[in-house]
């Protein structure tokens, strides 16, 4: 027999209490965790399903399926079919639109670009006093190649009227406590960005399926911004007259002080604004923390780096604790939006314990601080700079 | 919170940190860290070369954000690594067996996994407001008399310092 404690978890998890006692060993099916094919990956929850990628898995061009993170706030769809899939297009617009993925696919032009998708809360783990929520260390960023239609051909084909601000989205996945009339999160973004050109409703990653629990088979793609706002098993747009005030819009979600605060500090959340672009940071994604290189000879150094809204215009890194630093070659990127790849050559002078740091410049005159900056309640924006350890010999 | 350290894994991580600091404890532990990164030496190595690599084999193979985030705190764990690790093996999840952990484990891991809790650093005002939410908001049952009880050992296992 399952314990009273088990059945009490299930119950809960399911959302409508078992009342039969389930037989010891048989776990009800939607229970089960699945492999989601993410090898590697450091799973931080799962349920829901947070996996954040260590830096080295994230050294390709473009990202792919299986290194990408993972975020959730609620549960995974019990099932979804892309043959049956439909997308609402409601609220403040001339003509409702209900789109199947074959109309988005016939009926408007396809694209294909590669962009950058940061959760807004990676970094969290290095804030002190800590914040809550997932602890994302330096992995929860990834810049896959996304195939889709532009959200502002899809939106002008249903009319948004002048009185529309803001988007509002909404997904299939489920809230946690089982309740099919909860959305989990529906955030949005202000109705300029949405009608960006790089701001997609994706069906494809890297030229196929993108993996079931990276959205599968249709999201938004709202490139330099947290990624909260890149609506996964995408259903419905809703367009607002107002700031969207779906579930993790208001509060303190995805939402930073007004002003700097002491760490710590109890904020009111009149005083807490939205998230917008995410700041300017980088990742050294070769050679792997804790390698060994010999001393006196040279060795590559590279990584990535992006700037949210803006582009990286430098990249420097040091060895020696930022007392000094060398200029890395940086690549532009491949279309905005896009992460932009840095490399260098390296030479450690002697035998002995290293770090390597690596920090980028954005085109507006910022750079990445070696310590967490503007501490916030819920540990948002951190992009400190990114370290390695390696000991030469 | 001497009850936190009694974890073996918490146990390694400061020793690992006690080692890197002041250059002492090499020896099973430090033996693991960068063998798989070995570098294969080319001629006989000096005793100077020998002496090197053995003082370096316990050096981390992860940067040091914790020696320097906690300069002013050194005994508190701030990095989730060093804190009570989630044991999905574990009857309880890997829970410190201290205080209302049934209580926890009961109520948490209804809608969630414990993962999720262990990972947090919240102050108990926090705490306090991530129960309140999750009761008014997120269809948790209400806590009623356990809440005390809960809200002493979640403060006390994943604080934010």
């Not at chain 2, 693991?32 to 084999?57: G, I, M, N």
Request: hydrophobic residues 40%; aromatic residues 8%; charged residues 20%.
């Amino acid at each position: 027999m399952a314990s009273r404690r088990q059945l009490l978890r299930w119950s809960a998890a399911l959302g409508a209490p078992i009342v039969f006692p389930v037989p010891s060993g048989i776990v009800p099916l939607a229970l089960a965790q699945a492999d989601v094919g993410k090898p590697g990956l450091k799973t931080l929850s799962g349920r829901p399903l947070n996996m954040e990628t260590p830096a080295h898995l994230l050294d390709d061009e473009a990202t792919p399926g299986h290194a990408m993170f993972v975020r959730n706030n609620g549960a995974l769809p019990d099932s979804v079919d892309p043959a049956d899939w439909r997308l609402e297009i409601t609220g403040l617009v001339e003509t409702p639109l209900s789109l199947s993925i074959a109309d988005l696919k016939t009926q408007f032009e396809a694209v294909r670009y590669r962009l950058q998708m940061e959760c807004g809360g990676n970094g969290r783990a290095f804030f002190s006093p800590g914040a809550s929520g997932n602890q994302w260390t330096f992995g929860a960023i990834a810049c896959p190649d996304w195939t889709g239609v532009r959200l502002r051909d899809v939106l002008r084909a249903a009319g948004v009227k002048d009185s529309a601000v803001y988007t509002g989205h909404y997904g299939a996945d489920l809230h946690l406590s089982g309740d099919p009339d909860k959305p989990p999160i529906s955030r949005g973004v202000p109705i300029a960005k949405a009608m960006e050109e790089h701001s997609l409703i994706a069906w494809a990653m890297n030229g196929a399926d993108m993996p079931f629990v990276n959205g599968h088979p249709l999201r938004l793609v709202i490139p330099g911004w947290p990624g909260s706002c890149s609506q996964k098993w995408l259903t419905r747009i809703d367009v607002r007259g107002q700031v969207h005030d779906g579930p993790k819009m208001g509060g303190q979600s995805y939402r930073v002080p007004a002003y700097p605060v002491a760490p710590g500090a109890e904020v009111p959340d009149d005083d807490m604004v939205i998230i917008e672009s995410m700041p300017v940071k980088s990742l050294i994604t070769f050679p792997q923390t804790g390698v060994r290189r010999s001393a006196g000879a040279a060795f590559e150094l590279r990584g990535h780096a992006w700037a949210g809204d803006r582009a990286v215009q430098a990249m420097d890194v040091s060895i020696d604790f930022g007392r000094s630093w060398q200029r890395a070659d940086l690549a532009a990127p491949v279309n905005r939006y896009a992460w932009q790849r840095w490399r260098t050559q390296i030479t450690l002078p002697q035998a002995g314990y290293y770090e390597l740091w690596a920090r980028a410049a954005d085109n507006s005159g910022n750079t990445q601080p070696p310590v967490p900056p503007d501490w916030n309640p819920r540990g948002y924006l951190n992009n400190m700079q990114h370290r390695i350890a390696v000991v030469a010999l | 919170m001497n009850a936190l350290f009694q974890k073996p894994g918490q146990a390694i991580a400061i020793a690992l940190i006690a080692a890197s600091a002041v250059l002492l404890g090499a020896g099973v532990l430090g033996a693991a860290r960068f063998e798989s990164h070995e570098v294969k030496p080319a001629l006989p190595l000096t005793a100077a070369q020998q002496r090197f690599r053995e003082l370096s084999r316990s050096w981390p193979t992860e940067p040091t954000y914790a020696l320097t985030f906690d300069a002013r705190y050194p005994s508190s764990p701030s990095l989730t690594s060093m804190r009570a690790a989630f044991d999905p093996s574990d009857d309880y999840s890997g829970l410190p067996r201290t205080g209302a952990y049934e209580l926890v484990d009961a109520y948490c891991s209804g809608c969630h996994s414990l993962q999720i809790v262990m990972q947090q650093r919240a102050s108990h005002a926090r705490w306090a407001a991530l129960i309140t939410w999750m009761t008014e908001t997120q269809n948790m049952p209400p806590l009623e008399e356990d809440e005390a009880a809960v809200l002493t050992y979640l403060a006390e296992h994943f604080s934010a310092n």
